[in-house]
């Protein structure tokens, strides 16, 4: 897949609550996933599983009651960023939170091989 393909089919996944479902398609084997901050399991989480298991804790924990996704920033022929508005609410909890992230994608070989959040 070429860059705008990659980044086109994230930004639709994200919108339409597939976004699960993409990883597998859109993440290279070895993609690494970069926090801003440390929420107890380290900045960094490595290879498809991790952030698969990223995902999980967050469907699992999360209920999201508004997110807002930009179209796609490509730059260059290697990367993208989207800018997410979300707000949602802890399960346990019902604790609500609102975040707005940026998100930079490196793409390579036709897969994402990193994510880095920012916010």
Request: hydrophobic share 40%.
């Amino acid at each position: 897949m070429e860059l705008k393909e990659i980044a086109d089919a994230l930004v639709k996944g994200c919108r339409e609550g597939h976004e699960v479902a993409n990883l597998d398609r859109l993440y290279a084997q070895d993609a690494v996933s970069v926090e801003g901050m440390d929420h107890g399991n380290g900045r960094e989480t490595q290879g498809l599983e991790g952030i698969k298991g990223k995902h999980a804790w967050w469907d699992s924990a999360m209920e999201v009651t508004r997110q807002n996704v930009s179209d796609p920033m490509l730059h260059g022929d290697d990367r993208f960023a989207v800018l997410f508005d979300v707000a949602a609410r802890e399960k346990d909890s019902g604790t609500e939170m609102e975040m707005k992230e940026v998100a930079i994608y490196h793409v390579a070989n036709g897969k994402i091989v990193r994510e880095e959040f920012f916010g």
